[in-house]
C-alpha cells in the first residue's frame, strides 16, 4: 500500500529525543525555546511561541486577540473541524463565507457581506499548503478594522512572493504526525506584536506572569522538550521535505489529466500538504478503485464545517454552495516526501485508469 502520510522520523530524531531523555529534563525548556528561535526565523517573524496543538494555538490566537462572546469570526467552511471549533471555545460565533472553486480556500468577494458590527476577525486557511489571497484579504480587514489570524496549520514554508505563510496576521501552525513537519502533537503561534506573545505566553501556561500569580484564566498548553527536540530535527529537514513535495506534485500535474489537477496562483508557494484532485462524478468509486489498486487516499473533507451535525444543532442552516460541490469531488493523492519514482508512475498510472480525460 502506498499510504497517503508517511512521518520521516530517522536518527536525527530518535537521537534528538534520547537526548533529552539523558538530560531528565521533559518539560517546556531549552529544547522548546530553541525550537521557538528557529521557527520565527523560518516565519520571517519576531515571535514563535510553541503550544500543545494546532487547535490549541488557533485558541489561544484568538484569545490574544481578545475576541469572546458576542464577537463574530469569519472563516472557511472548507476546512478542518478545529479551526471554527476554536472560534466556540471563546464564546464567539464563527460566521462562514463560501469559497474560491479554483483553490478551495476563503473567497474575498464573499466576506463583504458577512461583515457586521459585531466582526472582529477574519480566519482563513492556507488549505493544503497553499496560501489564501492575503493581498485582498488584508485590504478587506485593514478597511473594516479586523485582526486576521491565520490558520498556517497545512502550510509551513509556503508563501507568497518571499512572504511566508504565518506572517501575514497572527499564525496558527500544526506538528501533528501527518503535518509538513511534526512533534507528534503540537501547534504554535506566530506574531511580530510583542503584546500578542505576551498573552499567548501567559495563556498556554495556565495565565500565570510570574511564578504562582495568575492575573487571567489560562490553560496547560505547554509544549514538551521531548517533543520539541523532535521539531528541531523536523525544522532542519523542512527544505528537503518541502522541495520533495513540491517535485512530488510537480510530477502528477505533469502526468495526470489537467482538468483535475489542482491549481496554485502565480507567485503563490504550495508545499503540497495534501495533493487534492477534483473528480467531478463518481470520486467515491475512484477513491474504491486507487485503494484496491493499493493506494491510500483521503477527502478533505467529505463534509462542509456548516453541515456538522454539530454546526447544525447550533442553527447553522445556510448554504455554501462552492464548499458544498467541493466536499463531494475532492481526492486526496499521497504526495509526501516518502514516495519513490515507482510510487507516483504507479498513481499516475492506477488515476489514469479510472479518469482518461
Ligand atoms: C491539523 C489542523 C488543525 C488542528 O491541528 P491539531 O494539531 O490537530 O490540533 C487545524 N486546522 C487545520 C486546517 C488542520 O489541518
Known amino acids: 500500500m502506498i499510504p497517503i502520510a508517511s512521518p520521516v522520523l530517522e536518527k536525527e530524531e530518535i537521537d534528538a529525543v534520547v537526548g533529552v531523555l539523558r538530560s531528565r529534563h521533559l518539560v517546556q525548556g531549552k529544547i522548546v525555546e530553541q525550537f521557538e528561535k528557529q521557527l520565527a526565523e523560518v516565519v520571517g517573524v519576531k515571535h514563535a511561541l510553541a503550544v500543545s496543538s494546532g487547535t490549541a494555538a488557533l485558541h489561544l490566537a484568538l484569545l490574544a ?4 462572546p458576542g464577537d463574530e469570526v469569519i472563516t472557511t467552511p472548507f476546512t478542518f473541524i478545529a479551526t471554527a471549533n476554536a472560534v466556540l471555545y471563546t464564546g464567539a460565533r464563527p460566521v462562514f463565507a463560501d469559497i474560491c472553486d479554483d483553490t478551495l480556500n476563503l ?7 458577512k461583515i457586521t458590527k459585531r466582526t472582529k476577525a477574519i480566519l482563513p486557511t492556507h488549505l493544503y499548503g497553499c496560501p489564501a489571497d492575503m493581498a485582498a484579504l488584508h485590504e478587506i480587514a485593514s478597511n473594516h478594522h479586523l485582526a486576521i489570524i491565520e490558520d498556517a496549520a497545512q502550510a509551513i514554508g509556503a508563501a507568497i512572493g518571499n512572504k511566508p505563510a504565518g506572517s501575514f496576521g497572527t499564525g496558527c501552525f500544526s506538528f501533528y504526525a501527518t503535518k509538513n513537519i511534526t512533534t507528534g502533537e503540537g501547534g504554535a503561534i506566530t506574531t511580530d506584536h510583542d503584546e500578542i506573545a505576551e498573552q499567548v505566553r501567559m495563556l498556554r501556561n495556565q495565565g500565570q506572569r510570574a511564578k504562582y500569580d495568575h492575573p487571567v484564566l489560562g ?5 514538551t522538550d521531548l517533543q520539541a527536540a523532535i ?7 523542512l527544505e528537503e521535505f518541502t522541495s520533495k513535495r513540491i517535485a512530488n506534485a510537480g510530477y502528477l500535474n505533469a502526468n495526470l489529466p489537467s482538468g483535475i489537477t489542482p491549481s496554485t496562483p502565480a507567485g503563490y508557494k504550495h508545499v503540497y500538504h495534501q495533493y487534492t484532485i477534483r473528480v467531478r462524478t463518481g470520486r467515491d468509486e475512484v477513491a474504491t478503485f486507487l ?36 466536499s463531494s469531488e475532492v481526492l486526496s493523492l499521497p504526495v509526501h516526501p516518502s514516495l519513490t519514482t515507482q510510487d507516483l508512475e ?12
Not at 473567497?107 to 457581506?113: K, M
Request: a positive charge; aromatic letters at 8%.
Open 219 to 223: 490553560y496547560n498548553y505547554r509544549l
Open 107 to 113: 473567497d474575498p468577494s464573499a466576506i463583504e457581506a
Open 346 to 357: 504507479t498513481i499516475v498510472q492506477e488515476v489514469r485508469k479510472c479518469l482518461p480525460l
Open 65 to 68: 486577540h481578545g475576541i469572546g
Open 231 to 237: 521539531g528541531l530535527a523536523q525544522l532542519n529537514r
Open 291 to 326: 485503494n484496491a489498486a493499493g493506494i491510500g487516499t483521503g477527502i478533505h473533507y467529505p463534509i462542509p464545517v456548516h453541515k456538522q451535525q454539530l454546526y447544525v444543532g447550533l442553527g447553522y442552516n445556510g448554504t455554501l454552495p462552492v464548499a458544498e460541490r467541493a
